[in-house]
């Protein structure tokens, strides 16, 4: 069974940056069987939407809000994902989740919180 695990957000000002990191353990078998990966963002009462997705041998692409602002990349060897946030704005505040591409259900963890202060 594939993990996944959330890390690197925090309390940061509007203008600022974080990495977050996304760390994959499981069954090589089944991390071998993921298509690519995904970052998700869920706003204070709001839904959880889509904001960038890479699928694996792919380019990355971004939701509208966060390109050229955001960045994801992976490194292999670590079974890691990255998501590095830029320039970052009080409306990126929210709770950020990854997942595969296209997403499972049974991979879904507990997300990481980024608070952007104004």
């Known amino acids: 069974q594939v993990r996944l695990v959330e890390s690197g957000g925090g309390l940061v000002q509007a203008g600022g940056s974080l990495r977050l990191s996304c760390s994959a353990s499981?069954?090589?078998?089944?991390?071998?069987?993921?298509?690519?990966w995904t970052w998700y963002r869920q706003a204070p009462g709001a839904q959880r939407e889509q904001i960038a997705f890479m699928p694996n041998g792919g380019t990355a692409r971004y939701d509208d809000a966060v390109k050229d602002r955001f960045a994801l990349s992976r490194d292999l060897a670590k079974n890691t994902v990255y998501l590095q946030m830029n320039n970052l704005k009080p409306e990126d505040t929210g709770r950020y989740y990854c997942?595969?591409?296209?997403?499972?259900?049974?991979?879904w963890g507990q997300g990481i919180q980024v608070t952007v202060s104004s």
């Open positions: 499981g069954p090589p078998e089944s991390l071998g069987s993921l298509h690519g």
């Open positions: 997942n595969s591409w296209p997403p499972g259900d049974h991979l």
